[in-house]
């Protein structure tokens, strides 16, 4: 009977051992950076890669992430936010998209966020006191250079864009000043879902010979099919993403959203080191870059009169 009563208290006390391990472990649980993504695409899922590395690597892997994508939905992305807000263990937040910084600023206005992919910061308003981040405005006025530039022959002009975002029909009315400004003639082709935009072009190629995409969640989201069909046409397709061309058009000025996330991603290092607080960081601005498809390039070579010194750089 002793040695039955040992062994009971033998297990009681692994038991006690093993729910104390427990829950001292759940207790030292690493505080969270939430991440909100509007889209998953290859831009916006590039400059989440590049804070993630940044971050971790700045801070010493002390803190965990939550990422959470809203599949291009406003109303997802708000519910997501009242979501990652509620959260006592999330001690900053990042939005990647101007819908998913605007969510994100509506609910919380103390912990940290930190944006990018936002083009217009100071009319979407989303300028707080926590908040510092990374525009990735430029002026498309020098879009519709470099396309032209490189497309020198090109004269009707097809401009991408989504009609139900208001940065979207910004940005093409921007094109379509520039394309004037140059004699071109600018064709707009509008598309609110990713099966509107890509009918639309496809309705459309018969009728330019150069089509421009400006930054746009549902348009990246599909560049691919987009750039396909631009392809088959002997349509160049020149887009204001750098990171994008990789998914198929000839030609990108824009940004590097790696790099955008991986400098937001020190930013954030600093505020969580204490060097600075996120309003003194403010939103800054990067400058684009230009990136070639040459293969593509190669291929429309035929059909398409690219400007040989400029397309070989």
């Known amino acids: ?71 291009g939905s406003v109303a997802n992305a708000q519910t997501i936010a009242q979501s990652l807000t509620s959260r006592p263990d999330v001690v900053g937040f990042v939005a990647f998209g101007t819908p998913a910084a605007q969510a994100l600023v509506q609910k919380e206005s103390v912990r940290p966020i930190f944006v990018t992919a936002v083009t217009y910061p100071e009319k979407s308003g989303i300028l707080q006191n926590n908040v510092a981040g990374i525009s990735d405005y ?20 097809g401009i991408l ?34 099966a509107d935009i890509l009918g639309a072009l496809k309705s459309n190629l018969r009728k330019i010979d150069l089509c421009v995409a400006p930054t746009d969640n549902t348009i990246a989201s599909v560049m691919s099919a987009l750039a396909a069909q631009c392809k088959e046409a002997r349509v160049p397709m020149i887009v204001a993403d750098k990171t994008l061309v990789s998914a198929g058009p000839a030609a990108g000025l824009g940004m590097d959203y790696y790099q955008l996330g991986f400098d937001l991603g020190l930013a954030a290092t600093r505020v969580f080191l204490g060097e600075c607080t996120a309003v003194e960081i403010g939103i800054v601005r990067a400058e684009p870059a230009i990136a070639l498809n040459q293969p593509v390039i190669k291929e429309l070579s035929s059909a398409v009169a690219f400007d040989k010194d400029f397309s070989q750089e």
């Open 1 to 71: 009977m002793k040695k039955v009563g040992i062994s009971f208290l033998v297990v009681l006390l692994l038991l006690g051992l093993f729910w104390f391990v427990k829950n001292r472990n759940l207790g030292q649980q690493k505080p969270v950076i939430a991440v909100l993504k509007i889209a998953s695409h290859p831009a916006i899922d590039a400059a989440c890669d590049g804070f993630c590395e940044a971050f971790t690597a700045g801070t010493g892997d002390q803190y965990a992430f939550v990422v959470k994508n809203a599949d």
């Open 161 to 194: 864009y989504n009609p139900g975002s208001e940065v979207a029909c910004e940005e093409m009315l921007e094109i379509e000043d520039a394309c004037r400004v140059k004699g071109l003639t600018p064709i707009r082709i509008a598309g609110v879902t990713e």
């Open 138 to 157: 430029f002026d498309l006025k020098d879009l519709v250079v470099f396309a032209h530039k490189l497309v020198p022959g090109a004269s009707q002009i």
